[in-house]
């Protein structure tokens, strides 16, 4: 579903009925904002969609499988936060296997 909300917010831009590099066309910073707004909006989407896949996973190892199938989307600085999140929630469960 993000893929094609994505295309769709690309495809709204790319079919401007102005040339994007002309500067004389003032229309280009309001299309920007709104592409801009749009994209933060997904980001909000995936990252919402993300935090509960990783609070459905049963174990540290699901985790991290998880983990690598995302990794490419959890590059992006809005996802930093998630996974500090993950990483702390490992830390606590090595902790625990320490002390048995």
């Known amino acids: ?4 909300v994505f295309s769709g917010i690309t495809a709204q831009l790319r079919s401007a009925p102005y040339a994007l590099l002309d500067l004389e066309v003032t229309q280009f910073d309001t299309d920007y904002d709104e ?3 749009r994209i933060m909006d997904l980001e909000v989407m995936l990252r ?3 935090h509960l896949a990783f609070d459905g996973t049963a ?3 699901q985790a991290q ?3 690598l199938q995302l990794q490419g989307v959890l590059q992006r600085d809005a996802f930093r936060d998630e996974l500090v ?5 490992y830390a606590v469960e090595l902790e625990a296997v320490q002390m048995l």
């Open 1 to 4: 579903a993000a893929s094609r």
């Open 35 to 37: 592409f801009s707004a």
């Open 48 to 50: 919402d969609s993300i």
């Open 59 to 61: 174990s540290s190892e």
């Open 65 to 67: 499988r998880l983990l």
């Open 85 to 89: 999140l993950i990483f702390g929630s």
